[in-house]
Nanobody, 119 residues
Framework: QVQVVESGGGLVQPGGSLRLSCAAS????????MGWYRQGPEKERELVAV???????NYADSVKGRFTISRENAKNMVYLQMNTLKPEDTAVYYC?????????????WGQGTQVTVSS
């Protein structure tokens, strides 16, 4: 069993910043990728940023240069620093963890944290 818990969402004005945190816990043998996805109103869930255990990163074009993903492997934590936020960044942000409990990798999701960018 793996628990994935996000925190750090909230209401912010356009141009502002927020930092999201995510912790994965449980009987985890190893985690490969960890990442952030988002789902805006009446939109499908989309990739925001992902990072591998080796430190490789990948970002959606819409957030490049504004968002930064980072990770603490020893703590099974991943972070998303969001700067210069825009109203179109408003969404529920979900954390994902590709975890191996000893019998293969499986993708686990958090419950999501709301980010609202509005004046």
């Amino acid at each position: 069993q793996v628990q994935v818990v996000e925190s750090g969402g909230g209401l912010v004005q356009p141009g502002g910043s927020l930092r999201l945190s995510c912790a994965a816990s449980g009987s985890i043998f190893r985690i490969n990728t960890m990442g952030w996805y988002r789902q805006g109103p009446e939109k499908e869930r989309e990739l925001v940023a992902v990072t591998t255990s080796g430190g490789s990163t990948n970002y959606a074009d819409s957030v490049k240069g504004r968002f930064t993903i980072s990770r603490e492997n020893a703590k099974n934590m991943v972070y998303l620093q969001m700067n210069t936020l825009k109203p179109e960044d408003t969404a529920v942000y979900y954390c994902s963890a590709e975890a191996n409990l000893g019998f293969g990798y499986r993708l686990y999701w958090g419950q999501g944290t709301q980010v609202t960018v509005s004046s």
